[in-house]
């Protein structure tokens, strides 16, 4: 048979394929895939499952399949069921088929049509499972008329993060204002971002003279950009950062108000300007404050974050705070304010990719940001063993023009900044370390491969006659895993504000979270060049902070008679201590240890858990004076953070009524024992019994008392003792468990972590 008629016999086979396609495409009707949401109290007692029924229910719409012409068999086709994220399944239908389930199938609540997914920017979202269907987004009405204080370093009101599209008027108890001043007028605010203001009268005492770079609420360093939009910012489509992480950007709250209180300057950061932001947005009517900053070694009495938010957990404002940034060493967190909410950063589930490409047909994919669509194609691939330290810019500017392939020797941040300053053509890094998951500046082109892949790759370097490799930049994977992980850089407790308060409370995402930035100041370097972008990756507990913010302005919005605590205790005993391999969270920071308490507190926040908590640890302004009065401090000291003499020292108590238990030993005792009072009010539905699982930390003995809760009726009160154990072997060391109140029907787990630590020095 000649060339001739095999090429047209395959064409005939090739159009009889296509004619096939389209011919069963139109026979089988329009044939969709649909998402189909289900109530799953009403499953038929027949049903041993949910799946069971599910299934069930596709398999009663046969009798409308169709069968084509050609005598294929077109019929519904289930595809997934959930239980976990919704309550419901994904199925393949006909209009008709799916118009049937509609009219005649009990239980159901609403379907729509699969789509073509759109990787999401602020990922986090999805991280935290927050969905428009079910759970605590729709029951707050996506925080709807909440308003988030943020107090930081300004806003850029242009951003679209803070365009005000499908929001309501602004509420009528709002009392605050679009403060003009410079390079921003009153009409830059709207119903989504409805206050700025800027309080600069400490840094300028501080420095006479001074001429402010930017005397106004506009934000000069892009951080309280940036953690507003985390916290409450608007939808806003093609989001990205130079091309990672493309899609939709938007708040943990994207329903709710901002109002920016700048109280960091280009020329300082003062006390006496953050307490009267803090101050402002009380009086203004704000019912969040998110503030991503904290004091060093002051006590409470001296600490303006600690004394402003006394003032707005009695008004019932739920402050938000970050931990911290000097991890991994303990004791290192501030904002271990009893009081408010303590945030530290974990990692998430998104990475971002190069590919590495060799001649030889290996395909290597690694971790890489750096921000373009560099041309590394088929250049040499070199290796050196003199240069592959690469920390030296003036040995790699005398390599051969290729890729360069260094190891695994010191800081890669370093190697980073010398590959760049050789300009070298490209680089590939061989290393595992944690950091390169919270780790942002790329500035030259650059991949990190796993050393798994080092012996293939320098193997290939090394014997090939010229060996060549291809980079490809700009590829964002999504849901990796392990995650989350606690972020290295994330500032440990104990506190040393109140040691006896274990903070922090909980971990948010904190590593690599983009948000709004400001487009005049750098996003991105590429060697001596910087970039600007309207989106940036940053990572920090400042980062985790809002995420928790909105996070508690959701709650807010779901559940306006919370107070503070119960707020607060939702998150905490909500919060979850495994990854997304079903295994305990990690620390980056301690050669991936299972995480401590003090590094995460309770664990990951997870806010549709917290929109129903089942119990809460609830405290009032006496309770916290109580523990005040218990400290040591003077009269004047107290009344510096109580600002009224109406409490009273009469019942002083370290013991308060907390969804968490810390207990220090003095590494000179031998043994010790505590107990700990703690009252639950339950906030289910009604009538409800609880039994007492205990984990208990190493070398300690844990009983509680009593092991079983019946409440009666919804909002009772009942309270127990947990007593603590412990046998000191002077290690040092931090040992942790956990108390789980498990309802018996396995509807609430209210979970609060333990940890038995070494005592340390407060501030």
Not at 58 to 79: C, E, F, H, R, Y
Not at 672 to 683: A, E, L, M, Y
Request: include cysteine; proline fraction near 5%; glycine fraction near 8%.
């Amino acid at each position: 048979m000649g060339f001739d008629n095999v090429v047209h016999r395959l064409y005939l086979i090739f159009l009889a394929w296509i004619l096939f396609t389209l011919h069963f495409r139109s026979a089988s009707g329009e044939r969709s895939t649909y998402i189909i949401h289900m109530d799953k109290s009403l499953m038929p007692k027949a049903f041993a499952t949910h799946h069971h029924w599910y299934a069930s229910t596709v398999d009663s719409l046969m009798t409308a399949a169709s069968t084509a012409s050609n005598g294929v068999q077109s019929t519904p086709k289930l595809i997934y069921t959930y239980d976990h994220v919704l309550h419901g399944f994904c199925a393949v239908l006909s209009k008709g088929e799916l118009e049937k389930l509609r009219k005649s199938t009990a239980g159901f609540v609403s379907a729509y049509s699969d789509r073509t997914v759109t990787l999401d920017t602020t990922h986090t979202i999805e991280f935290l499972k927050l969905n428009q269907i079910s759970g605590l987004w729709p029951a707050s009405d996506f925080g709807k008329d909440v308003i988030v204080g943020v107090i930081d370093t300004g806003v850029w009101p242009e951003s679209a993060s803070f365009k005000d599209d499908g929001m309501t008027q602004i509420p009528a108890r709002w009392k605050g204002t679009c403060e003009e001043g410079q390079e921003f007028n009153s009409s830059m605010c709207n119903r989504k971002l409805i206050g700025a203001r800027y309080f600069n009268k400490g840094v300028i005492a501080a420095n006479p003279g001074v001429n402010l770079t930017m005397n106004s609420a506009r934000d000069t360093q892009g951080h309280g950009t940036h953690t507003s939009s985390t916290a409450a910012g608007n939808y806003v489509e093609g989001a990205s950062y130079f091309g990672y992480a493309k899609g939709t950007a938007r708040g943990v709250a994207p329903g709710a108000r901002v109002a920016m209180y700048k109280v960091v300057w280009d020329e300082g950061r003062y006390a006496s300007d953050v307490l009267a932001g803090m101050d402002q947005a009380v009086a203004d009517g704000v019912d969040v404050i998110s503030i991503s900053m904290g004091f060093d070694l002051v006590p409470l009495y001296k600490d303006p974050i600690a004394i402003a938010s006394f003032a707005a957990m009695e008004k019932g404002v739920l402050v938000s705070s970050s931990a911290g940034n000097e991890g991994p060493s303990l004791g290192t967190l501030h904002n271990g304010i009893p009081w408010v909410l303590t945030v530290a950063a974990g990692t998430i589930d998104r990475s971002f990719a190069g590919t590495l490409a060799l001649g030889n047909g290996l395909t290597i994919t690694g971790w890489t940001m750096f921000p373009a669509s560099a041309l590394v194609q088929d250049l040499p691939l070199v290796y050196n063993k003199t240069l592959s330290a690469c920390n030296s810019s003036a040995l790699l500017s005398g390599a051969p023009y290729g890729v360069i392939i260094c190891k695994d020797v010191g800081f890669i941040s370093d190697q980073l900044d010398q590959i760049a300053a050789s300009k070298v053509g490209a680089a590939i890094i061989i290393s595992d370390h944690p950091v390169l998951f919270e780790l942002g500046v790329v500035p030259w082109p650059v991949v990190v491969i796993s050393p798994k892949y080092a012996k293939a790759v320098i193997d290939y370097a090394k014997t090939a006659h010229k060996p060549t490799a291809t980079m490809k930049f700009q590829q964002t994977l999504q849901h990796t895993k392990p995650a989350p992980a606690v972020a290295l850089y994330t500032s440990r407790g104990p506190s040393r504000s109140y040691p006896g308060i274990l903070k922090p409370d909980v971990m948010a995402p904190g590593s690599l979270v983009l948000a709004s930035w400001i487009p005049n100041s750098e996003a991105a370097i590429i060697g001596s060049l910087s970039l600007s972008s309207d989106y940036n990756m940053v990572s920090g507990t400042s980062m985790a902070c809002p995420h928790a913010s909105g996070v508690a302005a959701l709650l807010r919005g779901a559940h306006p008679e919370w107070s503070v605590a119960a707020i607060r205790s939702a998150i905490v005993t909500t919060a979850n201590p495994y990854d997304n391999t079903f295994n305990n969270i990690r620390d980056n920071g301690l050669s991936f240890e299972i995480a401590s308490p003090l590094a995460m507190g309770a664990g990951q926040i997870d806010p549709n858990r917290a929109l129903d908590p089942g119990l809460i640890y609830d405290a009032t302004p006496q309770d916290y004076v109580n523990l005040l009065c218990s400290m040591n401090f003077t009269t004047k000291q107290i009344l510096t953070i109580t600002r009224s003499n109406t409490y009273t020292c009469s019942n002083p108590s370290p013991d308060l009524n907390y969804p968490s238990f810390i207990a220090l030993y003095n590494n000179k005792s031998t043994a010790f024992v505590q107990k700990f009072q703690r009252t639950v009010t339950n906030v289910g539905d009604g009538a409800a019994s609880y039994k007492a699982i205990v984990t208990a930390p190493k070398g300690s003995k844990v009983m509680v008392s009593p092991a079983t809760l019946a409440f009666e009726y919804k909002y009772e009160k009942l309270s127990y003792t947990l007593t603590i154990e412990y046998k000191s072997d002077k290690d040092g060391k931090v040992s942790f468990g956990s108390l789980t109140w498990i309802e018996d029907d396995g509807k609430h787990t209210v979970r609060s972590p333990i940890v038995v630590s070494e005592v340390v020095t407060p501030w």
